[in-house]
């Protein structure tokens, strides 16, 4: 059973940071890749970074630099560390767990960055 939960999200200025995570009370071990997403008012939903079983990571061009994904499985979370905030960073944040080839979603969550 996959159920995913996103949390950490909320307003901030900008140039402050905000760390998401990502629960998965069945554990995340087992997970092929793990992703975090978002989608902006009238915007497609994006991939902001993604980290695979093995630990490798991939990050859109916007965040690269800013933004770091990570994952820790005794605590069953995956991460994102939100730096330097900007706000066209503004978005729902979604985390995404691909298991073969299926994929599951979380419920989604709000970051706002605005002075």
């Known amino acids: 059973q996959v159920h995913l939960v996103e949390s950490g999200g909320g307003l901030v200025q900008p140039g402050e940071s905000l760390r998401l995570s990502c629960a998965n009370s069945?554990?995340?071990?087992?997970?092929?890749?793990m992703a975090w997403y978002r989608q902006a008012p009238g915007k497609q939903r994006a991939l902001v970074a993604s980290?695979?079983?093995?630990?490798?990571?991939d990050y859109a061009e916007s965040v690269q630099g800013r933004f770091r994904i990570s994952k820790d499985p005794r605590q069953n979370k995956m991460f994102l560390q939100m730096n330097s905030l900007k706000p066209e960073d503004t978005a729902v944040y979604f985390c995404f767990a691909g298991l073969g080839s299926v994929g599951s979603w979380g419920q989604g969550i709000q970051v706002t960055v605005s002075s």
């Open positions: 069945g554990g995340i071990f087992s997970f092929k890749v």
């Open positions: 980290i695979t079983a093995g630990g490798q990571t």
